[in-house]
């Protein structure tokens, strides 16, 4: 566990600085989390969110720390983070898969049904493209 905090440590200096991208990101994270330190994963991801408040791709951080959260069972964590994930980017319709699994996960099953809603939604277009180049073939 040491080194892992060690190694923490350092990436969170880089976070600070500006020196560590969503890519380099995602690997420290996932290290983390072969590790056993999922825990330290999602700390980097709150340190990155908090660092990068007009980062662009920040959705894309704050669904894989709020799908991290969604799998170790911290379902109002996961919800907050996959809530902002869909607020940043509303098509972007993992995060929305997501939340709408810690709504019901939650009991809240009107929210969860309004997600699944919103991903049909944005899935149909695709769908009738992909038929129509089936077809077309």
């Known amino acids: 566990i040491e080194p892992c905090r060690a190694f923490l440590q350092v990436i969170q200096q880089s976070i600070e600085t500006g020196d ?5 990101l995602i690997n420290a994270a996932s290290q983390f989390t072969a590790a056993g330190q999922g825990d330290l994963a999602v700390d980097l991801y709150k340190l990155w969110l908090t660092a990068n408040p007009d980062n662009p791709v920040r959705y894309a951080v704050a669904f894989n ?3 991290h959260l969604l799998s170790n069972g911290d379902l109002e964590g996961a919800k907050e983070f996959l809530g902002s ?3 940043a980017n509303p098509d972007f319709f993992p995060a929305r898969l997501n939340l709408a699994n810690a709504h019901e996960r939650l009991g809240a099953s ?3 049904q309004a997600e699944w809603q919103q ?7 695709v769908v009738v493209e992909a038929e129509k180049s089936a077809d077309a073939d």
């Open 20 to 24: 560590v991208d969503v890519f380099g």
């Open 65 to 67: 720390c709020g799908s």
């Open 85 to 87: 994930a869909v607020a």
């Open 110 to 112: 009107d929210l969860a």
């Open 119 to 125: 991903v049909i939604a944005l899935a149909e277009p």
